[in-house]
DNA sequence: GAATATATGGACCACCGATCCGGATAGTCA
DNA sequence: TGACTATCCGGATCGGTGGTCCATATATTC
């Protein structure tokens, strides 16, 4: 890649980053184009489609997710390890107002550029999943699949503005669910 | 009302069911008003937002809603009363994808034109689980909002393509944490 | 310094919801 | 019946969206 190529695609991820955080994932790309000097047309070259762009933005995340999991597999109760990284998860959600939409897109579309990172996700989760069930401290006729769908149910409360006060609470009532043997 | 007016009104309607029935709330109003042979403007003029055309095409159902609501206040016990009339929620809102997004805004926004339907729904949530809590059959640390925002995360999956599949299987998890005292 | 490969962004396109306003028409009254 | 008026209609237009094309500018190589 052209040196002023990666300067432009470094930058327009670092505005990307401010706008998306203040304005949701559903910011106009055209504005964070012009946010960044830049045409749309440039923006579009770097990052093809709105999810290559959050792709690109978010994987660290994912990353540090799905590290924090591995983390916890090791270490405390297996319930408490699987309900402390299902607060991460829901919590981590919120600094991106409507990624929850395109992860459960994402998730089954093998062509999305989040698809990778969303299947990473479940698979962490289901090893803590699976660790508390054999623990016979989660209830057996979950998966992992279930558990994403759970987050992302749980994280969508917390992205609808009138919803979101009951999404801690609510949090604990399906948390509880989980738990039940 | 002027007799046209009422006639393209009507037949606005009619088409406006069949075409969100197929495509979802989100379907263009441009297109909406063009197969009804009709102006986008004239569409806009009776229904000055998507709400409001939302709201004149369902809010037969939600009555249907309430009012299936009340027969249940009366009959069978009122944690099987309670666990019914959600499914029906769940399952009305499968015929109308992406409406729970709406649903979610309206419930706080006094000026949508949903509003006065979500809050009549919820104040039927509310009774029913009262009722259930009464009895000691429901746990008594939540109250309708939160009922309302449970019936609305588990239509919201069942409207995500990659995870409608476990919507069924989701929502008794969730009830059965509804039930648990 | 010239040649070449690559990156750029303005000018488009089709679509969206929204608004304006001149023309068509239904309902009314003489 | 005929004319008048209040109402309704929809094409044209506006600013916005994501997406594409291509002449121009520029970084890199020789």
Redesign the pocket.
């Known amino acids: 890649?052209?040196?002023?190529?990666r300067?432009?695609?470094d930058h327009l991820l670092s505005v990307a980053g401010t706008v998306i955080a203040e304005q949701g994932v559903?910011?106009?790309?055209?504005?964070i184009?012009r946010k960044a000097?830049?045409?749309?047309?440039?923006l579009?070259?770097?990052f093809?489609?709105?999810e290559a762009l959050l792709e690109a933005l978010l994987h660290t995340s994912f990353d540090e997710l799905t590290a924090r999991a591995g983390e916890l597999e090791t270490s405390g109760s297996p319930e408490d390890a699987l309900v402390s990284w299902l607060r991460d998860c829901v919590a981590w959600t919120t600094e991106y107002r409507g990624v929850t939409v395109l992860m459960a897109a994402a998730i089954e579309d093998t062509e999305s550029a989040l698809h990778a990172s969303c299947v990473t996700l479940r698979a962490a989760g289901t090893r803590l999943l699976t660790r508390a069930q054999d623990a016979g401290t989660a209830r057996t006729d979950i998966d992992g699949t279930d558990l994403f769908a759970l987050i992302a149910a749980l994280a969508w409360l917390g992205d609808q503005p009138a919803l979101a006060p009951r999404a801690d609470h609510l949090f604990d009532v399906v948390a509880s669910a989980i738990l039940a043997k």
């Open positions: 890649m052209r040196a002023d190529a300067k432009n695609r559903e910011a106009s790309l055209r504005d184009a000097g830049v045409g749309l047309a440039t579009l070259r770097h093809p489609t709105r």
